[in-house]
């Protein structure tokens, strides 16, 4: 009696466990079936809309550029708050100094942009053209006032010059990326 029980249980035993895997190797092949279901559904829809995995290849790269772009701007304004915080404990740093040398440096950014803006003006031509042209003076317009917005935001008058300056050199840094992230690499080269 003893082994019919044992063999009865063995048997239970067996078929749980039979049943236990077949559960456990049917959830990977649903997980694999629901997963390839997406991937087609995905590839139809990127069919539908004209987009091969190349051009969602090209916008990643571009998303990480403009990421890219803003983490070396963040890191630029903060390597520029802690030289004048460090300049300003110094007594022999004046505030014009400091203004001269964000003018120095706006100076160096502005040849960077004049540089590639004539270097876009030769890649294009009509249409395209004029719609950039367009879209560079408002961008002239909306950093000179948000410039001047910014430095007349600080009430102490002999910072405004720098913070000024500064202002207009982090805005120009950011449109100098953007003009070479739209570019691409190789043409910003």
């Known amino acids: 009696m003893e082994q019919l029980i044992f063999t009865v249980i063995g048997a239970l035993l067996t078929w749980a466990f039979y049943f236990i895997q077949?559960?456990?190797?049917?959830?990977?092949?649903?997980?694999a079936i629901e997963r390839g279901k997406k991937l087609l559904a995905l590839k139809q829809e990127l069919d539908g809309a004209h987009t091969s995995v190349e051009d969602l290849r090209r916008f990643e790269n571009k998303l990480i550029g403009k990421a890219e772009t803003a983490a070396r701007i963040a890191d630029n304004y903060f390597g520029k708050a802690e030289a004048i915080a460090r300049d300003n404990d110094d007594d022999r740093v004046s505030q014009a100094d400091m203004g001269e040398q964000a003018i120095v440096?706006?100076?160096r950014e502005q040849t960077r942009l004049d540089g590639l803006v004539e270097h876009l003006r030769k890649q294009l031509d009509g249409e395209d053209l004029r719609a950039f042209e367009q879209a560079h003076q408002a961008w002239l317009a909306f950093r000179e006032r948000h410039a001047r917005f910014v430095s007349q935001s600080y009430s102490s008058g002999p910072i405004r010059p720098l913070i000024y300056a500064v202002t207009?050199?982090?805005?120009?840094?950011a449109w100098i990326n953007e003009l070479e992230t739209q570019l691409g690499e190789d043409e910003a080269a």
């Open 22 to 31: 077949r559960i456990a190797e049917r959830r990977g092949t649903v997980d």
């Open 105 to 107: 440096e706006l100076s």
């Open 168 to 173: 207009m050199e982090s805005i120009t840094v």
